[in-house]
């Protein structure tokens, strides 16, 4: 089967741009998550879907953030605008159910320099 | 605060030789612990995750954790490294209820010289 592919694999935008970021789970997978990393710090939870509605966005540091999920299929995150502190690596996991025992595959990441 | 800690930043390691990564947890229960490496280039793989049961979890690539309630503790193993093993290695925990998001630490990267 398909892993969780993200795309772009890297971008490179400037402070007070756009980017939308994409995640294709694995098919049948209702659970998606979003996380990062910061330059050099810990991975940190974003958001959290269950088919298109969000389980639980906690994680989205502010407004600038936004994450969708339309049709319960792919999902995109949004950052308008962007800041140097958005940097880092974007990751998107996929889950077959919302359990801890349900596996979690994670893409390979999209990482996002803002200069 | 929960929190989980990996000393070890950076760890070279001879090929053959064993491995051992630090990991330890403070959180209000024993959480679910977890270890995932990230080779270069690539998504974060799942190795071992503890439950319950017994302390000394196997997981993938010849990788075992020993969890220590005692010292909130789940370091991961391997007795002898391949070159291959180069990679980042992150431990995980989350929390014994339906609230699905993982704490990770800060990463170990370990680099295998021949």
């Known amino acids: 089967e398909a892993g969780v592919t993200q795309f772009p694999s890297h971008s490179v935008i400037e402070k007070g741009q756009t980017v939308t970021l994409r995640c294709d789970p694995i098919?049948?997978?209702?659970?998606l998550y979003w996380y990062r990393r910061v330059m050099g710090k810990e991975i940190k939870f974003l958001l959290h879907?269950?088919?298109?509605?969000?389980?639980?966005e906690s994680g989205m540091p502010n407004n600038r953030f936004l994450a969708e999920r339309t049709g319960g299929t792919y999902s995109t995150l949004k950052v308008q605008p962007a800041e140097l502190e958005d940097s880092g690596v974007y990751f998107c996991?996929?889950?077959?159910?919302?359990?801890?025992?349900?596996?979690?595959?994670f893409g390979n990441g999209t990482r996002l320099t803002v200069t | 605060a929960q929190s989980v800690t990996q000393p070890d930043i950076h760890i070279t390691v001879s090929e053959g030789a064993s491995l051992e990564l630090r990991c330890n947890y403070s959180?209000?229960?024993?959480?679910?612990l977890f270890w995932y490496v990230q080779s270069p280039g690539q998504g974060l793989q799942l190795l071992l995750k503890?439950?319950?049961?017994?302390?000394l979890v196997q997981g993938i690539k010849g990788f075992e954790a020993e969890f220590k309630r005692s010292q909130s503790s789940f370091n991961l193993r391997k007795p002898s490294v391949h070159w291959s093993d180069a990679a980042e290695y992150f431990c995980?925990?989350?929390?014994?209820?339906?609230?699905?998001?993982?704490?990770f630490g800060a990463g170990t990267t370990v680099t295998v010289r021949a």
């Open positions: 996991a996929s889950s077959q159910e919302d359990s801890w025992v349900s596996p979690l595959h």
């Open positions: 098919s049948g997978h209702d659970n």
């Open positions: 879907f269950v088919k298109e509605s969000k389980q639980d």
């Open positions: 959180y209000g229960a024993t959480p679910y």
């Open positions: 503890y439950f319950s049961g017994d302390t």
């Open positions: 995980a925990v989350g929390p014994r209820s339906n609230d699905y998001k993982l704490s």
